[in-house]
């Protein structure tokens, strides 16, 4: 009984409201219609839709029975100013309208911001600012449009997709996409994007002269579809377009966007305008349900779609807003059903009818119901966020041979990315580089230097190491024996050293790279190696100039000639190199612990390699060793070595003359000290000041001072050794050996000397005789009257004559004796040379014969 009164209840109202006077419910509408100074000429599509739905809800028994909804609507061409004047018509032209439907975000800003004041709610199926969904500013706004943040999180993944880590926003001044970018911007830099920005206002000229300075490859445009079209005719003209540069679009332009209207005025052909479109990607969040279950208007949203196309004449793809026209439908759907809602929670005193512009109970039980609704709609699931957003997946497309392809979609809310790999390049090749690669050439040496003086180091060390050998089997050779051939075996190890070094020192080379994190290892191996091996080298020779010049300065003549032909310990020798070294070692050890030695580039300009079609340039870095107090410790080390060089050639300047017979090469190694001395003196400040930064050149002059140096020294040292064993027979030294004896070759001065003091020599052995000869006349008289004894008193008178002159002879005697002794003396002095080379002896043959290893040095 209860249920059959129910029903009739019910049906007898709906006959009522189907025969009674429906009541109007006033709505108003604006719809960009064109977009004449730019912005979205949505309403072609979406004023249809609009009216579809208005027409469907109005046919609805069950939604808004007894009323009927009636939408007044202007064109609002997109523009703000004109948007405020129909508001105004809206609000003082009869009758009251109980909700604004707004399209555009420009109009939309203006319109949600005014209405709250006359307690209107704004539904937008067209408003993608991100700034709209500011509840303190648009209390009352709702829309049906997702914002355009949605699809910022999928740009950035597709970022990140393809491996790109810096991109440019190119957009127009206006508030929807100045606040889409700073969300842009915000989530790149989480994700470690670097994003540059550009904006213009009308005509993006300037910008895209920037954006080709700036060297932008991947360009995230935000504007309108006028100012794409003049941006995309401005990247053709600027050659932004192609191979190296990725387009991303909105995706709700129409298909055939870039396509110049003829009243743009563009200065861009239709052929130039799909040319630079061309595999440009765009994203749009997904405004038309694929699903197959219908929406609560009866309709899939494809069925939706073939209806609305039924309207228009032309291709849809050209019609404005049509892809947001599911937006316009749904959104007249959501504000009957929020009627239908306020309708049945309004006081019963209260109609929805009477809604003034101050009547706060029917707009805030309006507000509520527009908050919750929820329902299927051909968009998709509709329903309002707090800040009143619709949430939605993006779409992700490619202009592929001049039509989108769909790419995928991302899911904001979940993060996932399906994605189809139907991605297409220019030429084939893979997503360009987000910016020119600039790739690093390291400055090595080049092959030309690099393996010639390997070949002579190499060369060098096995030298080296035969000379040490040869020395070796040879040692008891007077030429060897007599030369310190200890320490000369350390100035093969520190040549073979210093040569060893130029195979780090060319390193890298074209050929030879090095690992960065050995470079530390190489930098203070380099330094070392060098610096060790000068130290044997050099000090070694210089050891025997300050142990020849020490011995020559003794001012006790008799010590001096007697430590001259003193063999002299190879202690005192090891002594001066070992003090060297340690000056090296405290030297190294101080700087490697507290300043090391690492890897610096120096970078110089970049240049475009002649013959690669790639996108990139090259840097040419100069790999240095470097520590941070560098000048301190080259200083430091230069210094000492400077010194060093030029006390060493004033000793073998001052020792020139001085021969010891222990150190038989001291005029050697003083020519060896001199070319050590002005090579080294010569190079270091070429090198370190005028060819500073060249490779090669540097590389060059070390590696030509190094090998003369080592060549020179060894040659110098060792030349006339192995010269004399190879041709003086061993027995030759036998003799030399046992004679004592072996004048060098002597000086100009020296050999005068020696034949003044030869002659003297000889004067007072002819003295000697005559004198000799005087004393056998005298003894011979002296027997004659010893015979004759004729008286005593003669006797004794012839005898004491005869001592006298004796006496006198004796004494004559004595002074030839002393001079015959001092005359070799006196050339030892000179010539540094045994006494017995002079003797004028003829008994004692040993002395008088002549080494030829004296005559070698
Ligand atoms: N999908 C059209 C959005 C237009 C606008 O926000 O102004």
Redo the contacts with the bound molecule.
């Keep these: 009984m209860f249920v059959s009164t129910s029903w009739l209840l019910l049906w007898g109202s709906i006959v009522w409201a189907a025969t009674a006077e429906p009541v109007t419910l006033h709505i108003g509408g604006t719809f960009p219609m064109e977009s004449g100074s730019g912005g ?1 000429a ?1 309403g072609e599509a979406c004023l249809p839709a609009v009216q579809m739905a208005l027409e469907d809800v109005n046919n609805r028994l069950d939604i808004l029975p007894g009323y009927v909804l009636n939408m007044t609507n202007h064109n609002s061409q ?1 523009q703000p100013g004109l948007a405020m004047q129909q508001l105004y018509d809206f609000l003082y032209k009869p009758p009251t309208k109980l909700m604004l439907l707004t399209g ?3 109009v939309t800003t203006v319109i949600a911001e005014a209405a709250p004041v006359w307690k209107l709610v704004v539904l937008s199926y ?4 991100p700034a709209l969904s500011n509840r303190n500013r648009f209390p009352t706004l709702f829309r049906t ?1 997702p914002s355009a943040n949605m699809q910022n999180p999928t740009r950035i993944h597709i970022m990140e997709k393809f491996k790109w880590k810096r991109f440019t926003i190119l957009m127009s001044v206006e508030e ?1 996409f100045v606040t889409t970018a700073k969300d842009l911007e915000a989530i790149a830099r989480k994700k470690g994007i670097r994003v540059d920005r550009q904006s213009f206002y009308g005509d993006p000229t300037d910008a895209m002269k920037t954006l080709q300075r700036q060297d932008a490859r991947i360009i995230v445009g935000l504007f309108y579809v006028t100012e794409a079209r003049k941006v995309l005719c401005q990247a053709y003209h600027h050659g932004l377009y192609g191979r190296r540069y990725v387009w991303f679009f909105i995706g ?1 332009y129409a298909d055939t966007w870039y396509y110049p209207p003829p009243e743009e005025h563009l200065n861009c052909t239709a052929e130039q305008m799909a040319a630079a479109a061309e595999y440009h990607f765009t994203t749009e969040s997904v405004m038309l349900s694929r699903d197959n279950l219908p929406a609560i208007s009866d309709m899939t949203g494809m069925q939706f779609q073939e209806r609305l196309t039924r309207h228009f004449q032309k291709e849809t793809a050209n019609v404005g807003g049509f892809p ?1 026209a599911p937006l316009a439908y749904d959104a007249v759907w959501a504000l009957a059903l929020a009627f239908n809602c306020t309708r049945n929670n309004l006081p019963s005193h209260i109609r929805l009818e009477n809604f003034s512009y101050d009547n706060k109970i029917i707009a805030d039980t309006l507000f509520q119901c527009v908050k919750n609704t929820s329902f299927r709609g051909v968009s998709g699931k509709v329903m309002f966020s707090d800040s009143g957003d619709r949430i939605a997946r993006t779409q992700i497309e490619q202009m592929q041979g001049g039509k989108y392809k769909i790419m995928g979609y991302y899911d904001t809310t979940s993060g996932d990315l399906e994605w189809y790999n139907k991605e297409q390049w220019l030429n084939g090749r893979g997503p360009p580089p987000d910016s020119t690669v600039i790739k690093k050439h390291a400055m090595t040496v080049s092959n030309e230097f690099y393996y010639p003086t390997i070949f002579f180091s190499v060369l060098g060390i096995l030298a080296c190491v035969l000379i040490y050998i040869f020395t070796q089997k040879h040692r008891e050779r007077l030429v060897i024996f007599q030369s310190q051939p200890e320490c000369n075996n350390i100035l093969l190890i520190g040549c073979s050293l210093c040569l060893f070094s130029l195979f780090l020192i060319g390193l890298p080379s074209d050929d030879i790279s090095v690992p960065e994190s050995l470079f530390p290892f190489l930098c203070h191996a380099r330094v070392t190696i060098l610096l060790f091996g000068f130290t044997f080298a050099y000090g070694s020779m210089f050891a025997k100039v300050w142990i020849v010049h020490r011995m020559g300065a003794t001012e006790n003549q008799q010590l001096a000639s007697r430590q001259k032909d003193e063999p002299i310990s190879p202690t005192k020798f090891y002594v001066i190199v070992a003090a060297l070294t340690a000056v090296d070692i405290f030297v190294c050890f101080v700087w490697i612990l507290i300043d090391p030695l690492h890897l610096t580039e120096q970078k110089f300009p970049l240049f475009t390699p002649a013959d690669s079609e790639e996108d990139e340039m090259i840097m040419p870095v100069l790999q240095q060793c470097q520590s941070n107090q560098q000048e301190v410790w080259i200083g430091i080390i230069m210094g000492f070595k400077c010194l060093l060089l030029v006390f060493g050639t004033f000793l073998s300047y001052e020792t020139r003359n001085l021969k010891l017979r222990f150190i038989n090469d001291s005029r050697f190694v003083g020519l060896a000290i001199y070319n050590v001395a002005v090579m080294t003196l010569v190079t270091a400040p070429v090198v370190t000041l005028l060819i500073h930064g060249k490779v090669d050149a540097n590389f060059a002059f070390i590696s030509l001072t190094v090998l003369i140096c080592t060549y020179i020294s060894v040659g110098l040292i060792y030349g006339p050794k192995i010269r004399h064993i190879i041709k003086v027979p061993p027995s030759a030294d036998e003799v030399q050996q046992n004679g004592n004896t072996g004048p060098a070759v002597m000086s100009k001065v020296d050999q005068k000397r020696y034949d003044m003091l030869r002659k003297e020599n000889e004067t007072l052995q002819k003295q000697i005789e005559e004198k000799e000869r005087k004393i056998h006349e005298c003894r011979e008289r002296l027997e004659q009257l010893t015979m004759n004894s004729e008286t005593e008193d003669m006797n004794a008178q012839l005898l004491s004559g005869s001592n006298k002159q004796l006496a006198e002879d004796n004494m004559t005697y004595s002074t030839a004796t002393t001079l015959t002794t001092t005359i070799p003396l006196i050339d030892l002095q000179l010539n540094g040379t045994h006494p017995g080379q002079i003797y004028a002896n003829d008994n004692d043959d040993d002395r008088s014969s002549t080494s030829s290893d004296e005559i070698l040095l």
């Excluded at 067209?126 to 600012?129: F, I, L, R």
């Design positions: 979205w949505g997109c555009c975000s420009p067209g408003g993608s600012s449009h929807v709700w947001e």
